[in-house]
């Protein structure tokens, strides 16, 4: 069951992060700001059973007892999380969902986190907060171009450093982050998911399809496969490259 949610997240992750995703939100010194990372994403890797869309505990069934995800282009994951730094600590503090009743964000949090007023992840990364005006978004990921950023870094839920970045350094910072990025173990398992996931797409898509136009439609769209520079192009949009491999 574990592997198989790992390969739903997977798969819903690299199929629709192409689309523009809603932020999280992290508060700092008693203000709000929208984040555009997921810290919980590696929690719920290893612990996909308390994912609250994909989770066991979580997963809905229709009135045959086949289960299915509410979930949206616009949020992969299904939730909206939220942070605090608190004393240089960087906290969990609720996690909501959408409710298909009423149209609402609702905390599932306690469901999850049992008693517990704050949760530490033990996460390590770059936070990114946009701080400027909005420029543009290529609608990948949390792809968004802001004119300023404060970029924080964090080792086991504690915060090291922080800086704010103007656009035009943000965007080095990222090139630099992503040219890292391409000598590690990570890259190359990143570009075989991608590669992966594009034949899984085809393959669904496929069995979808009931007239022999369609098909024959599905198959030209995927017979050309994508080369490497549009999957470095996808790998680069599609997150912030938040593990820490050079400094800003």
Known sequence: MKFKLLFI???ISLKFFATGQEPNFIKIDGKEYDLLNDPLEKYFQEHPENHPIFGEKFIKKDEKGETYFTTSTANWRGYV???EIINNELFL????????????LISVYNKIFTDNKTVKLNYSGILTVPTGDFIDSDNFG????YKSYLLLTVKNDHLEKKKELQNKDYMK???KQFEEFQKTKDYKIAYEDYI?????????ELSFAKTKSKIAEIKKQY???????????????MSNLEQIYVDY
């Open 173 to 175: 910072f990222k090139i």
């Open 196 to 204: 992966k996931s594009n034949t899984e797409s085809e393959k669904i």
């Open 9 to 11: 997240l997977l798969f």
């Open 223 to 237: 017979s050309k496969k994508p080369t490497k520079e549009q999957i470095d192009g996808f790998l680069f949009m």
């Open 81 to 83: 999380a939220y942070f």
């Open 93 to 104: 503090t609720d996690l909501k969902i959408d409710d298909s009743n009423s149209g609402l």
């Open 142 to 145: 949390f792809s968004s171009y």
